[in-house]
């Protein structure tokens, strides 16, 4: 089946210690998605990529990177983590239309704890 | 500046309807959409409304008003399996930016 993976499900990280989180692709969607939900709360737009175009949200905090090397794959780069970065991370897809830009096909998640 | 609102939390009883609203005020709206997430899970497309009236997708309908900025979706012969949070989120200026509600948490009691 078509779809949205992420790995891993669960990361650690120690406060300060770079960790890159992946997402990845079969949908051969053009717009991918990272957001971070934090327990209770709605999920927040980091920033997303249509086709090779990023495009940052104006309060995503500069420690959070991404990169998207093809269509099928996209990270997340958390450069220093610190712990209010705890967090689920997710990832999404869609295909672009005029308007519309849904449905959103989000993966299962990255469950990021800082030590 | 940018905010949905939906109620926190709603309780109702297997077979039973519920309506779950939601209002909204955004700079440039192509539509609204709904997701339905279970404890752990990811958020799950349930419907989307570009323009006014009523979707209905087997026991889920949704509604929309551009004009009162407003939008509910519709739970019929509602299921424990329905038990989840239900974001309404926005499409907002450009088409890419989703902002979604805080979420409302459907308890379904048998």
């Known amino acids: 089946d078509a779809m949205v993976i992420q790995n891993p499900r669960y990361q650690v990280t120690q406060f300060g210690k770079p960790v890159t989180l992946s997402c990845s692709q079969t949908l051969n969607h053009n717009v991918m998605y990272w957001y971070q939900q934090k327990s209770s709360q709605a999920p927040k737009l980091l920033f997303h990529y249509y086709d090779k175009d990023f495009n940052n949200e104006a309060d995503t905090p500069d420690n959070f990177q991404s990169r998207r090397p093809n269509t099928s794959f996209c990270f997340l780069d958390i450069r220093s983590p610190g712990l209010g970065d705890a967090a689920m991370y997710l990832c999404?897809?869609?295909?672009?239309?005029?308007?519309?830009?849904?449905?959103?096909?989000f993966g299962d998640g990255t469950r990021l704890s800082i030590l | 500046g940018q905010s949905l609102e939906q109620p926190s939390e709603v309780t109702a009883v297997e077979g039973a309807i519920v309506q779950i609203n939601c209002t909204y005020q955004?700079?440039?709206?192509?539509?609204l959409s709904w997701y339905q997430q279970h404890d752990g899970g990811a958020p799950t497309f349930l419907s989307y409304n570009a323009l006014d009236g009523l979707e209905e997708t087997g026991r889920f309908s949704s509604f929309l008003s551009r004009s009162d900025s407003y939008g509910y979706l519709l739970l019929q012969e509602l299921q424990m399996k329905d038990s989840a949070s239900y974001f309404c989120?926005?499409?907002?200026?450009?088409?890419?930016?989703?902002?979604f509600g805080a979420g409302t948490r459907l308890f379904v009691k048998a």
């Open positions: 955004t700079s440039g709206f192509y539509g």
């Open positions: 999404a897809t869609s295909s672009s239309w005029v308007g519309g830009n849904q449905p959103q096909h």
């Open positions: 989120a926005v499409n907002g200026a450009g088409g890419f930016k989703t902002i």
